[in-house]
């Protein structure tokens, strides 16, 4: 059964960093492309950032967070990370990752087929 369990949300400062994870069972990530999506209350889930199969030499960002979050892919641990480094308060919001194969091209919600539960992060002080 194909799976994916997100770990590494929490509470933090504004200024603050998180790194997130997200864990594929039941299949290889390596043929799949996986994006990190957030939905804040209210608000329609967004695509944060997303990354190519394999290698993952391709990958997009949304403008909010670019130069801020990284995201990168250990395909021999199965899993992919998005580091997120000074958290500001907008960004808080129910973290989601997701696969699709192929490669979509775009980071978005529509493309991508496999879902996690999501993980909470709250950027407060």
């Known amino acids: 059964q194909l799976q994916l369990v997100e770990s590494g949300g929490g509470l933090v400062q504004p200024g603050g960093s998180l790194r997130l994870s997200c864990a594929a069972s039941?299949?290889?990530?390596?043929?799949?492309?996986i994006g990190w999506f957030r939905q804040a209350p209210g608000k329609e889930r967004e695509g944060v950032s997303c990354i190519s199969t394999s290698d993952g030499s391709t990958y997009y960002y949304t403008d909010s967070v670019k130069g801020r979050f990284t995201i990168s892919r250990d395909n021999a641990k199965n899993t992919v990370y998005l580091q997120m480094n000074s958290l500001q308060p907008e960004d808080t919001a129910v973290y989601y990752c997701?696969?699709?194969?192929?490669?979509?091209?775009?980071?978005?919600?529509?493309?991508?087929?496999?879902w996690g539960q999501g993980t909470q992060v709250t950027v407060s002080s």
């Open positions: 039941g299949f290889t990530l390596d043929d799949y492309a």
């Open positions: 997701a696969a699709a194969i192929p490669w979509p091209g775009v980071c978005l919600r529509i493309n991508y087929d496999y």
